[in-house]
T-cell receptor, first 113, second 114 residues
Framework: GESVGLHLPTLSVQEGDNSIINCAYSNSASDYFIWYKQESGKGPQFIID?????DKRQGQRVTVLLNKTVKHLSLQIAATQPGDSAVYFCAENLSSGYSTLTFGKGTMLLVSP | ETGVTQSPTHLIKTRGQQVTLRCSSQ?????VSWYQQALGQGPQFIFQYYREEENGRGNFPPRFSGLQFPNYSSELNVNALELDDSALYLC?????????????FGPGTRLTVT
């Protein structure tokens, strides 16, 4: 089975709203967590990462929160725009001589104008 | 765009055939990973190459093999194609082993096996 999963397969929001995409992970040895955005017909695009010894990291309009107690990861997108519509994946990285990214199934974010 | 390129964009093969997919990594990146993404699923790790050597492999059979060249470009070869091999194949490059979790993906090759 997969060690990274998402609670909501589809999230529909209005333009300008804040979006929150959630993710659960199971491997407490993972050292990095990464969020990717994948638009139709394209490869995943790196959004933001967070190291396992942090609990929050902010980027441009995005914030990732990590709760290691409950093994939960979230991506917050501020002032969501139609261009944010895509599938969002969380991935966990386990470094053991090399890096293995384990992806969940993804959440579809639909932004209405 | 990430600077990672893949060829071809689309490919149709018959069951039992062999296929080679190609990837050029982003400038300065010496680590390349390959992933298989089935429709509606997240990418699944196939293997990783660092300085022309395979240094990690996921749960894929030996008929999935690869190469990395001195310029860090890479190939994925799949022998004896099966219908379940139909998927999007993604290549990702990383700026070295220390930051190998920071992976930048190409657009993928869509393989259809009939």
């Amino acid at each position: 089975g997969e060690s990274v999963g998402l609670h909501l397969p589809t999230l529909s929001v209005q333009e300008g709203d804040n979006s929150i995409i959630n993710c659960a992970y199971s491997n407490s040895a993972s050292d990095y967590f990464i969020w990717y955005k994948q638009e139709s017909g394209k490869g995943p695009q790196f959004i933001i990462d967070i190291r396992s010894n942090m609990d929050k990291r902010q980027g441009q309009r995005v914030t990732v929160l990590l709760n290691k107690t409950v093994k939960h990861l979230s991506l917050q997108i501020a002032a969501t725009q139609p261009g944010d519509s895509a599938v969002y994946f969380c991935a966990e990285n386990l470094s053991s001589g090399y890096s293995t990214l384990t992806f969940g199934k993804g959440t579809m974010l639909l932004v209405s104008p | 765009e990430t600077g990672v390129t893949q060829s071809p964009t689309h490919l149709i093969k018959t069951r039992g055939q062999q296929v080679t997919l190609r990837c050029s990594s982003q400038s300065g990146h010496n680590t390349v990973s390959w992933y298989q993404q089935a429709l509606g699923q997240g990418p699944q790790f196939i293997f990783q190459y660092y300085r022309e050597e395979e240094n990690g492999r996921g749960n894929f059979p030996p008929r999935f093999s690869g190469l990395q060249f001195p310029n860090y470009s890479s190939e994925l070869n799949v022998n004896a194609l099966e219908l379940d091999d139909s998927a999007l194949y993604l290549c990702a490059s990383s700026p070295g082993q220390v930051r190998s979790y920071e992976q930048y993906f190409g657009p993928g090759t869509r393989l259809t096996v009939t």
